[in-house]
């Protein structure tokens, strides 16, 4: 299995490579160059495993066995996956009225980010020791990925991990997660700012090749090809349980699924288009709140940011900037590299871009998507509480609004991803009229000491980050 980038400039990485990159070198993000097909009897042979083992399966079709030995993978996804909270890793929950809710936030921080993390982590650190490296990890946060970064690198010996996240603009859960934190790996930032302002830096700093190759800068971000890869597994385990597979004789077409699926940074759901060219048949519905370019993208071509990031109740999917995007693009287009590098670069340089017809036509058959604003979202949480005592998160309730208003298709049945707790979200559980026991792990943050720096708004902010964050790459290099 080669990768290469979606900007059609570099081919020929192995997984190694990738893992320990950020960006390609064009600019583009890795994907594999050829996808494995799914076959019934795969699927079939699957439907027993356990998530840990499924995870393994999926990852073993992109992780050649010359560079993670099969024994060494199954040791590192089952220690990566042995901390959650509930045996099964994840659990599904199903609920009146149809309504079935995948719950992906059993890991430490209390949010679906873990899953791939974890994997992710012990990835990196299985290649570092390997060969006596380092590597520093620089990581931006909508507010789960950087909690989740930290909890699964903290103490590692060969990686020195950066976490930049938009103060004023996450849960108190979220923030407390990562600046409580003080291992002598952790280094963690604070920014006047939105996410989509904290990537704009990074970015620079990815597009630097001799700063990534001199320090070993690399990305845990969904920019990393490894997140996206772990992700495929829950699509995999969805399927697998809710789709009816198990009800259809052997040769008879494979049932259709609907995955809803909460949108921010569309990591997830980009994962869940490739699962489909994979030769699952799922029918995905991308839900935004109201930072909505991922819905207006689908709907009609426009990919374009809005003036500013706008602050909902669902914080970490507050994005304008959805980069995986890229990555399903790359899918549609028939890997039209030079084609998704002239719409990616427009994008960058004026924060818009009108898909070509074809493309748009291509989108809007593979996925469906919608938006919804905060009432909506306070609506749907006390829904479920109603008739289920229930609690959403709610990014969680972004996509069962979607169940709520729009009846599955007749014959297929429909699975919402519970990204987080609402644990986190104690403010929006109570905007909901709602009450919620904290988890001794959350209450303890508060007793805990904090360490972080500031990153001030100035008049050229932009660059005054990226010096900043610069200086602690050579710092701690």
Partial sequence: ????????????????????????????????ETLPTLTPDTLRSWSSLSYPQLVTEVCSLFIPTELIPRADLDGLVSAALSGFAVPGVVSLA?????????????????????????????????????????????VGTSGDTGGSAIQSARGLGGVDVVV????????????????????????VFAADGSSDDIDVPIRRLFSDQELVKQHSLMSLNSVNWSRVMVQLAHFIY???????????????????LEMVVPTGGAGNIAAGCIVKQMGIPLCLVAMTNANDIVHRTVQSGDFSMATNVTQTMAPAIDIQDPYNMERVFW??????????????????????????????????????AGAVRDEGIVETMQRC???????????????????????????VNRCCIATASP?????????????????????????????YLALERGQDWGKDWESMLKETVWWWA
């Avoid at 969805?238 to 052997?250: D, I, K, M, N, R």
């Avoid at 109603?386 to 208003?405: D, G, I, M, S």
Wanted: proline fraction near 5%; aromatic fraction near 8%; hydrophobic fraction near 40%.
């Fill in 1 to 32: 299995m080669q990768y290469c980038s979606t900007r059609g400039g570099v081919q020929g990485w192995d997984f190694q490579d990738v893992l320990l990159s950020g960006y390609a070198p064009d600019g583009g993000m890795f994907m594999p």
């Fill in 94 to 138: 199903r609920l009146k009225g149809g309504l079935c809710v995948l719950e992906l936030f059993h890991g430490e921080t209390l949010a679906f980010k873990d899953l791939a993390m974890t994997c992710t982590v012990r990835f990196l650190d299985y290649f570092l020791r390997k060969e006596s490296r380092r590597a520093i990890v620089l």
């Fill in 164 to 187: 930049v996240y938009p103060r004023g603009r996450i849960t108190l859960v979220q923030e407390k997660q990562m600046i409580t934190c003080l291992e002598d790996n952790i280094h």
């Fill in 238 to 256: 969805a399927y697998l349980h809710v789709s009816g597979l198990e009800q259809v004789e052997t040769g008879a077409p494979l049932p259709a």
């Fill in 331 to 368: 899918l549609l287009s028939g890997r039209d590299g030079a084609l998704v590098k002239g719409m990616m670069e427009e994008f960058q340089h004026s924060h818009r871009h009108t898909l070509p017809e074809a493309l748009h036509k291509q989108l809007s058959q593979v996925l469906t």
């Fill in 385 to 411: 509480w109603k008739e289920n005592q229930y609690l959403l998160c709610p990014h969680t309730a972004v996509a069962v609004w979607h169940h709520y208003h729009y009846p599955p298709t007749a014959g």
């Fill in 423 to 451: 644990a986190k979200f104690q403010a929006a559980v109570q905007k909901a009229g709602l009450t919620l026991d904290l988890p001794e792990a959350v209450r303890a943050l508060d007793k805990m000491s904090t360490r």
